[in-house]
């Protein structure tokens, strides 16, 4: 008899898959929360895989800052429209428009935890009573706290001492009303796993993955591109960089790397010498040591 071995990236594939089948499975209404960034593309394409020949059993749910790369948007509409899938957008502009959030000022105001209260109202307004999320445990300390099941309480909030245990892969999704779950389908995926899938399935991205000259300049030992949301200081010099994107946010926040690479085994090869977390550039998680954390336990991804 032929022994059936799985590679590790077919392992991680079939738990995801799992973990999305099972949340189509245990809840009315779930959302896949999806920012146009590679994790959420990888878990938008692994849906699709787990519900084919049918139509993904649930939209695809986007929190627009009005800060995003003009590529992220263009990408997202493309992208839904590649896969069929419906596409749910929520506006933190129209958040600030209502009064719901008051827009931060100051010379590093960012949009970024704006996003948790449209996120919290858009899932109130769509009565989504679980949002699917391309966490991963190793991106963060904080992320590194949750279950592929987050629970969340009736306020939106999560409270990391209070997870439900998961032996054997066995996903407790009992609620009150008004409470929702996050749920994570990566978790045990790493940023090289994500690369190497993407390289196997040849998955599309948004063209900011790759290297290419842009005109950009240093802020706080962050490579910020510059767009119409990053405009240079007094004594900051506007420098052309070949740079790429390992994570991707706001174009206020996220910081870029100094890259050659223009092709999935180039970026794999730096991922693989990489001695700093992808999210160690991101600015907004440079604000305390506990600035994920704290978002997320007010509602935040």
């Known amino acids: 008899m032929s022994n059936y071995n799985l590679s590790h990236l077919k392992q991680l594939e079939a738990e995801a898959i799992y973990v999305l089948r099972e949340t189509a499975a245990q809840f009315e209404n779930p959302g896949l929360l999806f920012s146009g960034g590679k994790d959420s593309i990888v878990m938008a394409h692994l849906a699709y ?20 790369f003009p590529e992220t948007i263009e990408f997202r509409d493309f992208y839904a429209d590649k896969i069929g899938a419906r596409l749910v957008i929520g506006s933190v502009q129209k958040s600030i428009d209502e009064g719901r959030v008051q827009e931060e000022t100051g010379p590093d105001a960012s949009r970024n935890a704006l996003q948790t209260i449209t996120l919290l109202d858009t899932i109130e307004e769509h ?7 391309g ?7 904080a992320r590194a706290k949750e279950r592929f099941f987050s629970h969340r309480d ?3 909030q999560w409270d990391p001492k209070n997870q439900r245990p998961e032996l054997w892969n066995l ?7 008004g409470e ?7 978790s ?11 390289k196997a399935e040849n998955i599309d991205l948004p063209s900011l993955y790759f290297a290419a000259e842009r005109e950009c300049i240093t802020r706080n030992g962050t490579i910020l591109a510059i767009s119409e949301f990053v405009s240079p200081r007094e004594g900051e010099v506007v420098e052309k960089k070949s740079i790429r994107f390992r994570t991707m946010g706001d174009a206020t926040i996220t910081g870029a790397v100094e890259s050659t690479a223009t092709e999935f085994d180039g970026i794999i090869e730096e991922v693989a010498a990489a001695r700093q977390t992808e999210r160690g550039n991101r600015a907004d998680d440079k604000r305390s040591e506990t ?7 007010e509602g935040y991804f």
């Not at 049918?54 to 800052?65: N, Q, S, W």
């Not at 009565?127 to 999320?133: I, P, V």
């Not at 966490?135 to 300390?141: L, P, S, V």
């Not at 045990?188 to 993407?198: R, V």
């Open 188 to 198: 045990n995926w790493t940023e090289m796993d994500i690369w190497q899938y993407i």
């Open 171 to 177: 996903f407790n999704g009992r609620k009150q009303q």
């Open 127 to 133: 009565n989504f009573d679980a949002c699917l999320g």
């Open 291 to 297: 600035s994920m954390e704290d978002r997320k336990k």
């Open 154 to 156: 009736d306020f939106g």
């Open 135 to 141: 966490g991963r445990r190793d991106e963060e300390k």
């Open 180 to 186: 929702h779950f996050r749920v994570f389908p990566l």
């Open 49 to 68: 895989k787990a519900f084919h020949p049918a139509r993904i059993p649930f939209p695809l749910v986007h929190v627009d800052t009005g800060h995003n």
